[in-house]
């Protein structure tokens, strides 16, 4: 069965604390990103990685980290830095040449 | 750099009446074009794609759209609704970047809710 697993599906924090998002998939792409939705205001990219060992920041990257050590898997580590990290957190992977992505079920951190 | 507008915030249509959702990017040169869909607490799910070639694209589900270059506009449209087609809707741009390049990134619009009514 083909496609983006992202784990957990709720996940609950206090505040202070760093916590990392499971990203993992089967797709055999090269490319991964991670978003952040928010109401009303569509999807922000945090990072992209299009190979693997490496990554850059997207638009909002601030108070965020990845890794990319294996093709399959991008975890997100949203840190104690991050001033507002309550969301909806969403994992893609996709074709660089072609711009498609592949979109995971998402994991909503609620942080308190 | 590209940007996304989708004009309507929330829109509602009554079950089995036709739907056009908007969409308008800014970009100089071709863009690659996407809609997709959301229920909600779900991620997206991709309907249709425009790349090249004829501008009028089917997609899963029995939507379609049409790209206009003239209005830079790629426009969602349904000819009868069903109650399921309700969610959130979302129109994507890719492009290169600066250095003419592809990365692979979209600029999303800020999204259309859908509301069907019995």
């Not at chain 1, 060992?53 to 991008?74: H, L, M, P, T």
Request: hydrophobic residues 30%; neutral net charge; proline residues 4%.
């Amino acid at each position: 069965d083909g496609g983006i697993t992202q784990s957990p599906k709720y996940l609950f924090r206090k505040e202070g604390q760093n916590v990392t998002l499971s990203c993992e998939q089967n797709l055999n792409h090269d490319a991964m990103y991670w978003y952040r939705q928010d109401p009303g205001q569509g999807l922000r990219l945090i990072y992209y990685s299009q190979i693997v060992n490496d990554f850059q920041k997207g638009d909002i990257a601030e108070g965020y980290s990845v890794s990319r050590e294996k093709k399959e898997s991008f975890p997100l580590t949203v840190t104690s830095a991050q001033k507002n990290p309550t969301a909806f957190y969403l994992c893609a992977a996709g074709r660089d040449e072609t711009h498609e992505q592949y979109f995971g079920p998402g994991t909503r951190l609620t942080v308190t | 750099a590209q940007s996304v507008t989708q004009p309507d915030i929330h829109i509602t249509v009554s079950e089995g009446a036709s739907l056009e959702l908007r969409c308008n990017y800014s970009y100089g040169a071709t863009p690659y074009l996407f809609w997709y869909v959301q229920s909600p607490g779900q991620g997206l799910q991709l309907l249709l794609k425009y790349f090249s070639g004829d501008t009028l694209v089917q997609g899963i589900k029995g939507f379609e759209a049409e790209f206009k270059r003239s209005q830079s506009s790629f426009n969602l449209r349904k000819p009868s609704v069903h109650w399921s087609d309700a969610a959130e809707y979302f129109c994507a741009v890719g492009a290169a970047n600066a250095g003419g390049t592809s990365y692979g990134k979209l600029t999303f619009g800020q999204g259309t809710i859908l509301t069907v009514h019995p």
